[in-house]
């Protein structure tokens, strides 16, 4: 349980470096474009070769920030109230 611990307070740590480390350009692009805004980041970490830093949020379940970023606005359906509550032996 502990390794589990370490695992889930760096995947969160890297979550919020990979907010910090999107550039205003991205976010403008996110907020203009919408979602071809996300998918231009997406296009951009999936490029072969690449490591960009917001990719290996995809790799977990549950990621962190985007229920604490839903909860600031106001998307509940990506709340954490809406989770499902698996055992620890079910979780990838």
Same mark, same amino acid.
């Given at each position: 349980?502990? =390794? ?23 976010i403008r692009?996110?907020? $203009?474009?919408?979602? $071809?805004?996300?998918?231009?980041? $997406?296009? =951009? ?8 830093p917001t990719?290996?949020?995809? #790799? ?19 709340? $954490?109230? #809406? ?10």
């Amino acid at each position: 349980m502990k =390794q589990r611990d370490s695992t889930v307070a760096e995947v969160e740590a890297r979550s919020v470096a990979c907010l910090a480390h999107m550039g205003a350009r991205e976010i403008r692009a996110m907020a $203009q474009n919408e979602e $071809q805004g996300y998918i231009a980041l $997406q296009r =951009q970490e999936w490029a072969a070769g690449k490591d960009y830093p917001t990719k290996s949020h995809h #790799f977990f379940s549950g990621v962190p920030y985007h229920h604490l970023v839903s909860k600031m606005y106001d998307a509940s359906r990506l709340g $954490q109230e #809406f989770l499902e509550d698996l055992p620890t032996e079910k979780v990838v």
